[in-house]
């Protein structure tokens, strides 16, 4: 299994904000993925296709433009990714364009109109920092370069929702006047979408790329096409465990541009047999504060309330309940032993009790996050439950996923939990068992985003260090490679 580290400044594909989707899939082929489809998929007020709809030109109408990508692994399982723009177009300049849908439109125009000119707008809107992810069981009928989707939604609180799912594809208005009904006209049930995970690389309070004052796209940030997202972790055929930044120069402080984990994979299961699949990933803290309050919410997200809740997004057709997952307070399984899918696990593994000292806190106990700690003032540092100052030894354990009514379903492969608390180094050895000369070496990782790593109930100890495996050496450190046996030499 190859360790990924796309930081150096010789590797390639890189991976930047203009071309995630695509380069994320770049990597993931190295060790065989594939890119299975991509298309995007536009949403709107489906009431401007009312025949009795009035609308004025001074009216501001929300589009929502979503690129997704599904990449397949080795043994056919599959996962997503958009990524969202949104803005509120005047109806008065799209009309002009002739590229309103609306029905009061001197010449309305078609839904594939406005679907080519809502997507070459997008480009201007786009907003790399919040990433989508979700699983899915079955394309149905999607492919690469697929034609995109337009969708008129009947409820405009719905529309993010509406553009990050990918069942539903036709929809409009049947019959006319007053006596019109709104009606879903083609959806794919069986495609099986899970929820959708959001994925914040950093805070969306430190960026602006639209004004509605002037009504025009401006670049209110510091994150440009070029910039690059560091991935670092381990990358087979069937399972990933990715830690992911983004430029964290302009906004080292205050927890804006965390470390986030991405997980999808088979766990390493209990019974013979179980196929399940898991996902998980990270996000800065989701907060509904602007401005100066909201950055300084996120700095102080109190990782240990457990009243708190990420988003939950669901597919327009589906609720999965009633514990469905978010892959942010909890573990995303693929399907339960008996055939529910996609509700809450958790993960287990050998740590002290949460509440025992340090509380892993600044000294005023409002920022939780680890880079708050490091003060030499913080206690953190004189508790146990740290490396051995005698042996160099640390207690380690596998990352369990637990359910409480299946119990233990089976471990992330390749990756151990440590306590967090005075690891210095970067990498750690495992004996490897029934080979006493040779150890499994592991990467030393600490997220920062709220995460099932990070916060309660996901984790019953904040945060989890975590260590993805690296290689194998030998006593002297020398690295040990598999051999394949040698083939018999026919006569």
């Given at each position: 299994?190859?360790?990924?580290?796309?930081?150096?400044?010789?590797?390639?594909?890189?991976v930047?904000?203009?071309?995630?989707?695509?380069?994320?899939g770049?990597l993931?082929?190295?060790?065989?993925?594939?890119?299975?489809?991509?298309?995007?998929?536009?949403?709107?007020?489906?009431?401007?296709?009312?025949s009795?709809?009035?609308?004025?030109?001074?009216?501001?109408?929300?589009?929502?433009?979503?690129?997704?990508?599904?990449y397949?692994?080795?043994?056919?399982?599959m996962?997503?990714?958009?990524?969202?723009?949104?803005?509120n177009?005047?109806?008065?300049?799209?009309?002009?364009?002739?590229?309103?849908?609306?029905?009061?439109?001197?010449?309305?125009?078609?839904?594939?109109?406005?679907?080519e000119?809502?997507?070459?707008?997008?480009?201007?809107?786009?907003?790399?920092?919040?990433?989508?992810?979700?699983?899915?069981?079955?394309?149905?009928?999607?492919?690469?370069?697929?034609?995109?989707?337009?969708?008129?939604?009947?409820?405009?609180?719905?529309?993010?929702?509406?553009?990050?799912?990918?069942?539903?594809?036709?929809?409009?208005?049947?019959?006319?006047?007053a006596?019109?009904?709104?009606?879903?006209?083609?959806?794919e049930?069986?495609?099986?979408?899970s929820?959708?995970?959001?994925?914040?690389?950093?805070?969306?309070?430190?960026?602006?790329?639209?004004?509605?004052?002037?009504?025009?796209?401006?670049?209110?940030?510091?994150?440009?096409?070029?910039?690059?997202?560091?991935?670092?972790?381990?990358?087979?055929?069937?399972?990933?465990?990715?830690?992911?930044?983004?430029?964290?120069?302009?906004?080292?402080?205050g927890?804006?541009?965390?470390?986030?984990?991405?997980?999808?994979?088979?766990?390493?299961?209990?019974?013979?047999?179980?196929?399940?699949?898991?996902?998980?990933?990270?996000s800065?803290?989701?907060?509904?504060?602007?401005?100066?309050?909201?950055?300084?919410?996120i700095?102080?997200?109190?990782?240990?309330?457990?009243?708190?809740?990420?988003?939950?997004?669901?597919?327009?057709?589906?609720?999965?309940?009633?514990?469905?997952?978010n892959?942010?307070?909890?573990?995303?399984?693929?399907r339960?032993?008996?055939?529910?899918?996609?509700?809450?696990?958790?993960?287990?593994?050998?740590?002290?009790?949460?509440?025992?000292?340090?509380?892993?806190?600044?000294?005023?106990?409002?920022?939780?996050?680890?880079?708050?700690?490091n003060?030499?003032?913080?206690?953190?540092?004189?508790?146990?439950?740290?490396?051995?100052?005698?042996?160099?030894?640390?207690?380690?354990?596998?990352?369990?996923?637990?359910?409480?009514?299946?119990?233990?379903?089976?471990?992330?492969?390749?990756?151990?939990?440590?306590?967090?608390?005075?690891?210095?180094?970067?990498?750690?050895?495992?004996?490897?068992?029934?080979?006493?000369?040779?150890?499994?070496?592991?990467?030393y990782?600490?997220?920062?985003?709220?995460?099932?790593?990070?916060?309660?109930?996901?984790?019953?100890?904040?945060?989890?260090?975590?260590?993805?495996?690296?290689?194998?050496?030998?006593?002297?450190?020398?690295?040990?490679?598999?051999?394949?046996?040698?083939?018999?030499?026919?006569?």
């Open positions: 299994m190859p360790f990924i580290d796309t930081t150096p400044a010789s590797f390639i594909p890189k930047t904000e203009q071309d995630i989707q695509p380069r994320l770049d993931l082929a190295t060790q065989g993925w594939e890119t299975v489809a991509n298309f995007k998929k536009v949403t709107f007020d489906s009431g401007i296709m009312r009795t709809y009035t609308g004025l030109d001074t009216t501001d109408i929300p589009i929502y433009v979503a690129e997704h990508f599904i397949k692994n080795t043994e056919g399982k996962f997503g990714v958009a990524v969202l723009g949104t803005w177009q005047n109806l008065g300049v799209l009309r002009k364009l002739n590229k309103s849908p609306d029905t009061k439109a001197p010449a309305p125009a078609t839904l594939q109109v406005f679907s000119w809502a997507t070459n707008e997008f480009r201007k809107y786009r907003s790399p920092q919040t990433l989508y992810f979700y699983m899915v069981e079955n394309l149905a009928g999607l492919t690469t370069n697929n034609p995109d989707i337009t969708l008129p939604w009947l409820n405009t609180s719905e529309l993010k929702r509406a553009v990050l799912d990918i069942e539903v594809e036709v929809s409009g208005w049947v019959g006319t006047g006596s019109a009904t709104f009606t879903v006209t083609k959806a049930g069986n495609r099986m979408q929820p959708i995970m959001q994925a914040g690389l950093r805070t969306n309070l430190l960026e602006n790329y639209y004004d509605d004052t002037i009504n025009y796209a401006i670049q209110n940030t510091n994150w440009w096409a070029d910039s690059e997202i560091s991935i670092k972790g381990h990358l087979n055929g069937e399972s990933l465990f990715f830690i992911i930044q983004c430029d964290n120069v302009p906004a080292p402080e927890n804006l541009v965390p470390v986030i984990p991405l997980y999808f994979g088979k766990l390493d299961a209990i019974e013979e047999g179980d196929d399940a699949y898991a996902m998980f990933t990270g800065v803290p989701i907060v509904s504060s602007t401005g100066t309050a909201g950055l300084t919410a700095s102080e997200y109190d990782f240990d309330d457990t009243a708190k809740k990420q988003p939950n997004i669901m597919p327009l057709m589906k609720s999965y309940p009633k514990f469905p997952a892959g942010l307070d909890n573990i995303m399984v693929s339960g032993k008996l055939g529910a899918r996609y509700q809450a696990y958790y993960l287990s593994w050998n740590a002290p009790a949460n509440a025992i000292p340090p509380m892993r806190t600044s000294v005023d106990g409002k920022r939780d996050y680890p880079r708050a700690w003060n030499a003032e913080n206690p953190l540092y004189k508790y146990s439950f740290n490396p051995s100052r005698y042996s160099g030894k640390v207690h380690t354990s596998k990352l369990y996923v637990v359910h409480p009514e299946e119990g233990v379903r089976g471990a992330l492969k390749d990756t151990i939990a440590l306590s967090a608390l005075s690891f210095n180094a970067n990498k750690l050895r495992v004996k490897k068992e029934h080979c006493p000369d040779e150890f499994d070496v592991f990467r990782f600490l997220v920062e985003g709220v995460s099932p790593l990070t916060s309660k109930p996901g984790t019953q100890y904040r945060p989890a260090g975590i260590g993805l495996y690296f290689n194998t050496v030998n006593d002297e450190g020398v690295e040990v490679t598999s051999t394949p046996p040698t083939p018999p030499v026919n006569p």
